[in-house]
Nanobody, 123 residues
Framework: QVQLVESGGGLVQAGGSLRLSCAAS????????MTWFRQAPGKEREFVAA????????AYADSVKGRFTISRDNAKSTVYLQMNSLKPEDTADYYC????????????????WGQGTQVTVSS
C-alpha cells in the first residue's frame, strides 16, 4: 500500500511560480512511477509529468514541457512539481498518483492517489 498527500497549491498570478509536493508513505519501491495529473473544471483528468522513483527519468506533457519540472527526494519520500511561467489554463486540481512499472498516461492504470491540491492562476 502507498499513501500520498499533496500540498503546495494556491492562488498565483499568471507568470508566477508554485511548487507542489507529494509526500509518499508505505511500501515505496525503486520500480514505482510517481505521476502528477490535473483536472480542470469541466474537463477530464490529464497527465502532467512523471518520474521513476529509482532511475529518476522523467516524462512531461507537451503543454508543460519547459515550464514544469518534476523531481524527487528519496530521503524525504517526496515528489515535487516545480511550476514556472504559470498560465490561466494551468488552473486545475493537481493529483499525485503512483503505480509499479513503466510511465503510462492513462489515469486508470494508477492504483494509488492523493486527495489533490488546487492551483488557481489568475490573468
Amino acid at each position: 500500500q502507498v499513501q500520498l498527500v499533496e500540498s503546495g497549491g494556491g492562488l498565483v498570478q499568471a507568470g508566477g511560480s508554485l511548487r507542489l509536493s507529494c509526500a509518499a508513505s508505505g511500501r515505496i519501491y525503486s520500480s514505482h512511477v510517481m505521476t502528477w495529473f490535473r483536472q480542470a473544471p469541466g474537463k477530464e483528468r490529464e497527465f502532467v509529468a512523471a518520474i521513476r522513483w529509482g532511475a529518476g527519468d522523467t516524462a512531461y506533457a507537451d503543454s508543460v514541457k519547459g515550464r514544469f519540472t518534476i523531481s524527487r527526494d528519496n530521503a524525504k519520500s517526496t515528489v515535487y512539481l516545480q511550476m514556472n511561467s504559470l498560465k490561466p489554463e494551468d488552473t486545475a486540481d493537481y493529483y499525485c498518483a503512483a503505480r509499479l512499472g513503466w510511465v503510462v498516461f492513462a489515469e486508470y492504470e494508477y492504483a494509488y492517489w492523493g486527495q489533490g491540491t488546487q492551483v488557481t492562476v489568475s490573468s
